[in-house]
């Protein structure tokens, strides 16, 4: 079946550092999705990327969808505390609004 | 902002017992579902259901499992026959559906089998 891999599964920066968490789909996507989970928390929708080759920022987050669209990464600029949590992408498992294939996650770890 | 709505927040049960989580989908909401995520683990697909029927399960959902739309907003998750594996999070979520967009979450009900 269809895998979504996400690295790196943990990533401990300082705050004010950049952070980039990278997905890799064994399989074409339609779209791909971004969550956030603060820790002890549920998934927050962030973003949605549907086009080959799509950029697309929120502020300090910019997110890019692979021309193959079989990868897509999410890159923080300069980390506040308030980023702490588990970045998730995400793919769906088949077409209009099935269920979704989670990767594993990075979990952000900042250290003041 | 339209939120999920999910009870109890912790369930602890004893294994083979049978249990009901329940979950109020955001009102204009067409497909609902339910996620699992085991401590520390990620997040697994259970279940859609569209139109009063699942639409699609994944392998985890099996034959102990069951949903049901009782009224017009109730969702709810039956695990019948407990097994200490069952012990995780789930996570009720609903989308429009008209055009793919983002999945709203739920806070979730941990779940605990002693």
């Known amino acids: 079946g269809q895998q979504v891999m996400q690295i790196p599964q943990y990533q401990h920066v300082q705050e004010g550092e950049d952070f980039t968490t990278y997905c890799n789909s064994s399989t074409t996507l339609s779209n791909i999705q971004w969550y956030k989970q603060r820790p002890g928390g549920h998934p927050v929708f962030l973003i949605q990327?549907?086009?080959?080759?799509e950029v697309k920022k929120q502020k300090r987050l910019t997110f890019q969808f692979g021309e193959a669209k079989k990868n897509s990464s999410l890159h923080i600029t300069a980390t506040q505390t308030t980023d702490v949590g588990t970045y998730f992408c995400?793919?769906?498992?088949?077409?209009?609004?099935?269920?979704?294939?989670f990767g594993k996650g990075t979990h952000l770890i900042i250290q003041p | 902002e339209p939120e999920v709505t999910q009870t109890p927040s912790h369930q602890v049960t004893q294994m083979g017992q049978e249990v009901i989580l329940r979950c109020v989908p955001i009102?204009?909401?067409?497909?609902f579902y339910w996620y699992r995520q085991i401590l520390g683990q990620k997040v697994e697909f259970l279940v859609s259901?569209?139109?009063?029927?699942?639409?699609?399960k994944s392998e985890i959902f099996d034959d102990q499992f069951s949903v049901e739309r009782p009224d017009g907003s109730n969702f709810t998750l039956k695990i019948r026959s407990t097994k200490l594996e069952d012990s995780a999070m789930y996570f009720c979520?609903?989308?429009?559906?008209?055009?793919?967009?983002?999945?709203?979450f739920g806070s979730g009900t941990r779940l605990t089998v002693v």
């Open positions: 995400a793919g769906p498992l088949g077409g209009g609004a099935d269920g979704l294939t």
């Open positions: 259901f569209y139109n009063n029927e699942i639409s699609e």
């Open positions: 979520a609903s989308n429009p559906g008209q055009v793919p967009t983002g999945y709203t």
């Open positions: 990327l549907v086009k080959s080759g």
């Open positions: 009102s204009n909401h067409l497909y």
